[in-house]
């Protein structure tokens, strides 16, 4: 199980930061994502990690703004979200990549938490 948490109420500019737990899963053996889905939109890949957390990736939009990392002891994964705008509101989900593919396409991720709801007021 994924459990994703830090979502919040925020001003635009302000910052969070996200985490990803895992229980009864070894997180360090998975490329990790962050996706996020606004109300009445699609879910959209906003950030990606690899195992070791030396390679990560960003969608434009986020890119800058946002840092994804983790924490392999303490197998947790996060998302450092800065000069948050109003158009992040979405509610994040944390998934796990068990193949290693490191794509952005959600079809390539095994594992969903269930979502934690961002809402940056402007």
């Known amino acids: 199980q994924l459990q994703a948490s830090g979502g919040g109420l925020v001003q635009a500019g302000g910052s969070l930061r996200l985490s990803c737990a895992a229980s009864g899963r070894t997180l360090s053996t998975y490329a990790m994502g962050w996706f996020r889905q606004a109300a009445g939109k699609e879910r959209e890949f906003a950030a990606r990690?690899?195992?070791?957390?030396?390679?990560?990736y960003y969608a434009d939009s986020v890119k800058g703004r946002f840092t994804i990392s983790r924490d392999n002891a303490k197998n947790t994964v996060y998302l450092q979200m800065n000069s948050l705008k109003p158009e992040d509101t979405a509610v994040y989900y944390c998934?796990?990549?068990?193949?290693?593919?490191?794509?952005?396409?959600?079809?390539?991720?095994?594992?969903w938490g269930q979502g934690t709801l961002v809402t940056v007021s402007s």
């Open positions: 998934a796990a990549d068990v193949r290693g593919v490191y794509s952005r396409r959600q079809i390539d991720y095994e594992y």
């Open positions: 990690i690899s195992r070791s957390g030396g390679q990560t």
